[in-house]
């Protein structure tokens, strides 16, 4: 299996320009996880998913987050309008939802917004 | 609320053991201790988790105290390549989400 897929790899986009960042789970999994990594907050979990519903989006800062899961081998995270503090590396993780399965993270979006 | 805490960082010289430390003093029946690690531009990879006994895989070992409240991952013999942030978590197992803290930032020399 080619592991978590993300895209883009890196993102430059102005304040105000909508982002969409792109995730691919590893095929089988059930369980996705939306993090974003700065230097000051660290890696927050923004949400995650259980065979594709929303369990838990109470990290996700503010209504200019949304997240989807149309189907098990797809998910987007979108800003909009997207501001310069939403500069950071986006990862993507997936498991098994299972028992205290492990994660399995992409390689990460780096975003900056200008 | 910060549930585990871990040293900001840690030396270590290259080929010898290394024991990275984490209390979780309100740790609860439920909750697994998991580990972590990111190395530098990458994303977090597994190293090991367990519940009340210590834990061995090819990675690391996972020594845990008797009352649960301190767990120290440890390094058999470190490598350049160890380098990284370890990031020791507490997992509900009654949930599924990971939260990580700030991790320690392992340093090793050669």
């Known amino acids: 299996d080619a592991g978590v897929i993300q895209s883009p790899r890196h993102e430059v986009t102005e304040m105000g320009q909508e982002v969409t960042l792109r995730c691919k789970p590893i095929?089988?999994?059930?369980?996705l996880f939306w993090y974003r990594q700065t230097m000051m907050r660290g890696l927050e979990l923004l949400i995650y998913?259980?065979?594709?519903?929303?369990?838990?989006d109470s990290g996700m800062p503010e209504d200019r987050f949304s997240a989807k899961m149309p189907n098990a081998s797809f998910s987007t995270l979108k800003i909009q309008p997207s501001e310069p503090r939403d500069s950071a590396v986006y990862f993507c993780a997936s498991s098994l939802r299972r028992e205290n399965e492990k994660l399995f993270f992409g390689s990460g979006t780096q975003l900056s917004v200008l | 609320d910060a549930k585990t805490t871990q040293p900001n960082s840690m030396e270590s010289n290259e080929e010898e053991p290394v024991h990275l430390p984490c209390n979780h003093s309100t740790i609860s029946g439920t909750d697994y201790i998991h580990w972590y690690r990111q190395l530098p531009s990458q994303g977090p990879e597994y190293v090991i988790h367990?519940?009340?006994s210590n834990v061995n895989n090819r990675m690391a070992s996972l020594a845990i105290a008797e009352d649960r409240k301190s767990s120290t991952l440890i390094l058999h013999r470190a490598t350049l390549r160890d380098a990284a942030v370890y990031y020791c978590?507490?997992?509900?197992?009654?949930?599924?989400?990971?939260?990580f803290g700030a991790g320690t930032r392992l340093t090793v020399k050669p």
């Open positions: 998913f259980n065979n594709n519903v929303p369990i838990d």
């Open positions: 095929s089988g999994h059930n369980s």
């Open positions: 978590i507490l997992r509900d197992y009654n949930n599924n989400d990971m939260r």
């Open positions: 367990g519940l009340t």
